[in-house]
């Protein structure tokens, strides 16, 4: 009788750990997803900023330096971490080229420069939301990562903490081949 509840003890610790290393899997696939979601955004945003220069360069082609200034932004951030300061420089020299549509009627006039203007706000609407998304989804799984009696056993099972600010570097995702753009 005795080996039976020693054996129904390990029988339920073992359904126990299980569950426990299915649900933080599944919450560490939730972290994984919202990287990519932020990814996703900074690929299409990328992609976007081509058009919107050569856009530009034909009603605003003399404004070279505010031109150049958001193709250096670009290839930096192409080629930086998602979390690093190259991204905000990139919206940054976004914004100075999205301003001369204000110094420039014809331009600010342009079906073509409104659209890729309305795309860039989409996308970085869609940015800050796939932000919003993986901090929700590091903070679920830091939860249940950190709570009894998952705490026991996650970094044995190798759930590291995720972290909200900067992706992991296997984590992170790249930017396709930056497309030449000449002046």
């Known amino acids: 009788m005795g080996w039976f509840v020693i054996l129904a003890v390990l029988a339920v610790g073992v359904l126990v750990l299980i569950g426990i290393y299915n649900k933080l899997v599944g919450l560490r696939q939730g972290v994984r997803q919202g990287v990519a979601d932020i990814d996703a955004q900074l690929r299409q945003r990328h992609d976007l900023i081509p058009n919107l220069v050569e856009t530009v360069k034909g009603y605003a082609g003399h404004e070279s ?31 100075n080229l999205i301003a001369l549509g204000e110094a420039y009627p014809d331009l600010k006039a342009s079906a073509n420069f409104q659209s890729l203007q309305s795309e860039l706000a989409d996308v970085e609407d869609k940015l800050a939301a796939a932000r919003r998304a993986l901090n929700a989804a590091a903070a679920r799984f830091n939860a249940a990562r950190e709570s009894f009696p998952a705490v026991l056993f996650a970094n044995a099972l190798g759930f590291a903490e995720a972290d909200f600010h900067r ?12 497309p030449r753009i000449g002046f």
């Open 65 to 95: 330096a505010t031109l150049e200034a958001v193709i250096a932004a670009r290839n930096a951030a192409a080629s930086g971490a998602p979390s690093s300061g190259s991204e905000q420089q990139l919206k940054s020299a976004l914004g």
């Open 167 to 178: 992706l992991d570097a296997s984590e992170q995702g790249t930017v396709d081949q930056v």
